[in-house]
């Protein structure tokens, strides 16, 4: 098939297979100590009631990638020590990123995640919504255990941010007035919330000055927020069977992310009023639908280019730390994270 041939959504298909089926960041240097925060996450199903722990058990096998935690140990790492408080701290933020998954296919009525079934699609909602609650309350349990007052207190502010910014999202759901501003709070406090903790609290439990703890929360922030607008791209252009979940349900609901934020703002206004329509009206909006508009290619650069932006500004956060492995690892995510926008948009 020639250039004329293909469309902007096969071509993006076509780029979104070479795509890893799980992303894995460059964490060889702290692999190691993520095999021991992985057996303490499963280890924490045991703190539960016999008939709740099978439960537990299975969602922490089918969450997150991990990413957290890595950070969390990098980021204590290029401040001077990547070791058992950081791999507990990754922990705790990683079992609130848990509960947040369980919650998030809820609402998304999602049926896959890591190529398993959902804890929503095998025991339904109401079980689902309790599991996740449980967890919350796993983490925060945990993160009192530290004997500082501040790091419970980050992490609860952390799980609280999460909470919210899911209610904003589902607030403003089909809102045609949502704003950039608007999108970028709510994922700063979605996602970013719990990526910066982590680089914050590796580096305070490491005995980081304060200066050095407030660039690492900020390096999170924009990282966290450069990867949920990747996020945002790939539920656009990803193919299921690759990346391992189930995507476009963020059109189906009504979430406006960035991508549809630049398409809207591109069309013409014959293509935005029917976007407008079939929103207000709560219709379908698919990906062959959006693929109609001249710039849909361009919106989905726009946003990576945005993310990119992001992650630069979060190289530039890391110069003041020592020229050290686990400095240079935090800087190595960037540049994957750069590799899987390029990937994205190809």
């Not at 296919?105 to 995640?113: E, T, V």
């Not at 804890?119 to 079980?127: D, I, V």
């Not at 009192?144 to 501040?150: C, E, I, K, L, T």
Request: glycine share 8%; hydrophobic share 45%.
């Amino acid at each position: 098939m020639n250039d004329s041939q293909t469309t902007p959504e096969t071509r993006s298909q076509d780029a979104t297979a070479a795509l890893p089926g799980a992303l894995r960041f460059p964490f060889e240097l702290v692999k190691d100590d993520l095999a021991e925060v992985d057996a303490f996450i499963s280890a924490q199903s045991r703190a539960f009631d016999p008939g709740v722990e099978g439960y537990v058990n299975y969602v922490c096998q089918i969450g997150g990638k991990r990413i957290r935690p890595a950070l969390s140990l990098l980021a204590g790492g290029a401040v001077g020590m990547a070791g058992k408080p950081q791999r507990e701290i990754g922990a705790v933020v990683e079992l609130v990123h848990l509960a947040t998954l369980i919650h998030d296919d809820i609402m998304d009525g999602a049926d896959l995640r890591r190529e398993m079934p959902t804890a929503c699609s095998k025991w339904g909602p109401t079980l689902s919504v309790l599991l996740g609650d449980s967890l919350f309350a796993r983490a925060l349990e945990l993160a009192a255990s530290f004997g500082d007052p501040q790091v419970c207190a980050a992490v609860a502010r952390a799980a609280s941010a999460v909470c919210q910014g899911e209610i904003l999202q589902t607030q403003r759901r089909f809102d045609l007035n949502l704003s950039r501003a608007d999108y970028f709070r709510i994922i700063e406090m979605k996602t970013g919330a719990l990526f910066a903790v982590a680089c914050e609290l590796g580096a305070r439990l490491a005995g980081a000055a304060d200066a050095d703890q407030a660039a690492l929360r900020d390096f999170g922030m924009k990282v966290g927020t450069a990867y949920q607008i990747y996020d945002d791209c790939l539920d656009l252009v990803g193919h299921e069977e690759v990346v391992g979940k189930t995507l476009g349900t963020d059109l189906a609901r009504g979430k406006l992310t960035l991508p549809v934020l630049n398409l809207v703002a591109s069309a013409t206004p014959a293509q935005r009023e029917k976007l407008n329509r079939r929103l207000l009206e709560n219709e379908p909006i698919d990906v062959s639908a959006l693929a109609g508009i001249a710039d849909y290619e361009g919106a989905i650069e726009r946003a990576a280019t945005t993310a990119r932006d992001l992650l630069t500004e979060a190289r530039e956060l890391l110069d003041p730390l020592p020229d050290t492995p686990h400095r240079a690892g935090l800087e190595q995510v960037t540049r994957y994270l750069d590799a899987l926008l390029d990937a994205c948009v190809a």
